[in-house]
């Protein structure tokens, strides 16, 4: 499914969506929920053959595959982030979404830590 169809997708959702968060907000989040999914699935499908491509392109440029596993993680991290917060939104929560945000902030630097302790290898083994 390529990207036009997924557009057409959503313009098509946005009506119901609308009519549906007058009368019953919490069938208007669960309907919205279920088109971020399945525009989720449909991008992860597309994007597996891109995955293989960078993971090719890094090995061809002698960076780590872990290092580029971490970034890739970092990514996916930042997306799921982003699509919940929105979400808790949509569902009228700001104080959620920013909940939301504040965690992913903290997973992507957990999951960055093997990065950050390869630099600080790197740095002190220029000044031992």
């Known amino acids: 499914m390529d990207i036009l169809k997924l557009a057409v997708l959503c313009a098509a959702c946005l009506t119901p969506v609308a009519l549906l968060r ?3 907000p919490e069938q208007a989040l ?3 929920a279920a088109i ?3 525009v989720l699935v449909q991008c992860l499908t597309v994007a597996a053959p891109l995955l293989e491509k960078l993971r090719a392109l890094f090995s061809r440029a002698g960076v780590e595959t872990a290092y580029a596993a971490v970034l890739l993680r970092i990514l996916a991290a930042a ?3 982003r699509f919940c917060a929105d979400l808790c939104r949509d569902g009228g929560s700001q ?6 945000e504040t ?3 903290v997973a992507a630097l957990v999951i960055a830590l093997p990065l950050l302790e390869a630099v ?3 740095l002190l083994g220029y000044f031992t």
């Open 22 to 24: 007058k009368k019953t």
């Open 30 to 32: 669960l309907l919205t």
């Open 36 to 38: 971020v999914a399945v």
């Open 79 to 81: 997306l799921v982030t």
């Open 95 to 100: 104080a959620l979404a920013a909940a939301v």
């Open 103 to 105: 965690a992913g902030a």
């Open 120 to 122: 600080v290898g790197l």
